[in-house]
């Protein structure tokens, strides 16, 4: 079925199924915006304080084969070999919402620039771009320090993908990830 054959009814309900979500507060932490950048590429991105240092915060997000233990809807997180060397990460979400099941692959080159930016993009999988960073900067908190995580996505689903749909969980999702990072790295602490 492709986008244009949901009523707008259909998309906001499979859109805007919150039996996952936390309570409200908790989902006011992140702040996330969407831009259009064309017809069927949007820009999300998502940001969140953490109180945690930028190191632990770091410890987190590269911990890549552990991600899929405590992120929401990320079934498998695994590093593969990568031909020049580099980080190349395979990764495989999946969501069931109303009586569909979703499931999306990606391979992922990665480049790390510690302590401040790990920027990645898909050389292989269901869309036709995925790429992004998630970005850390340090700022005080108290007595210690704290980090501002923003995570940035361009997206370009296949034609087969209904953008909105894709668009409107993106952005659910990444509410959900963000916090499960924060989550992890206040756990890792204590």
């Not at 039996?19 to 908790?26: G, M, T, V």
């Not at 749909?165 to 499960?180: M, P, V």
């Amino acid at each position: 079925m492709t986008e244009e054959q949901y009523t707008p009814e259909q998309l906001d309900a499979i859109a805007a199924d919150e039996s996952d979500l936390p309570d409200n507060s908790e989902l006011e932490a992140v702040a996330v915006q969407i831009e259009k950048i064309a017809q069927r590429q949007r820009q999300i991105t998502a940001q969140i304080q953490i109180s945690q240092s930028v190191v632990k915060v770091w410890k987190v997000l590269t911990d890549y084969e552990a991600l899929a233990d405590f992120i929401p809807n990320l079934a498998e997180s695994r590093l593969l070999k990568h031909p020049d060397g580099g980080i190349r990460l395979e990764q495989v979400g999946q969501e069931r919402f109303l009586r569909f099941n979703f499931s999306a692959r990606v391979v992922l080159d990665l480049e790390e620039n510690f302590p401040k930016e790990i920027t990645f993009r898909m050389v292989e999988g269901d869309f036709k771009d995925f790429s992004g960073s998630w970005d850390l900067e340090p700022f005080c908190c108290g007595q210690q320090m704290g980090t501002n995580l923003r995570y940035t996505l361009r997206v370009w689903p296949k034609p087969t993908m209904p953008v909105a749909i894709i668009e409107r969980r993106l952005a659910k999702d990444l509410k959900l990830n963000l916090l499960a990072i924060r989550q992890r790295a206040e756990a890792l602490s204590t």
